[in-house]
């Protein structure tokens, strides 16, 4: 089962860039999340990804040496990038929840900035994104992603407060 969640279920073989297809088909999730449960859904679900996540992650990465370039970061362990995206998507889903909008409102920057954004600091990497992938352990293998989300979270924050802003 380890191996299952942390792969999300197979996503985590297709090439190339597993990480981007896991990060699209969360955003696919999230937002028939969204469109479920409004914003209550999708923070249950994050805090559900999170903590099954990281127990997925220890369990499969048990005994692994971290001996090449990914050490036991491997490409196919995916449910990370899950709970970072998820994490990010937070962000457009409570914006909408707090406006008291309805839970089939949801326009595409939504969806698609929080993507660009969490891929953006996911690949490139800076700040604490970097101190925790350098970490080389189960933790750091899904806190590079909370930081990433995080971050793409309050990016996308910014780009909606500056879009709507110049509206």
């Keep these: 089962m380890h191996r299952q969640i942390a792969t999300l279920f197979g996503i985590g073989w ?15 999730a999230g937002y028939a999340l969204h469109r479920i449960g409004h914003f209550p859904l999708v923070a249950l679900a994050t805090l559900v990804v999170l903590g ?33 995206q998820l994490i990010a998507l937070c962000a457009t889903s409570a914006g909408f929840w707090f406006a008291g909008l309805p839970r ?11 993507f660009l ?6 690949i490139w990497k800076p700040w604490l994104v970097g101190r925790a992938d350098a970490r080389k352990d189960a ?29």
């Design 117 to 122: 954004f969490f891929r953006l600091f996911d």
């Design 14 to 28: 297709l090439r190339p860039a597993p990480g981007t297809w896991a990060s699209a088909a969360t955003v696919a």
């Design 139 to 167: 933790a750091g293998v899904l806190l590079d992603d909370v930081w990433a989300g995080i971050f793409a979270a309050a990016a996308s924050i910014a780009a909606a407060g500056v879009s709507h802003g110049l509206m």
């Design 104 to 114: 089939e409102v949801i326009p595409w920057p939504g969806i698609v900035a929080p």
């Design 52 to 84: 099954v996540g990281f127990w997925a992650i220890v369990g499969y990465t048990r005994g692994m040496a971290p001996g090449d370039r990914h050490g036991i970061d491997r490409p196919e362990i995916v449910v990370d990038e899950a709970a970072g």
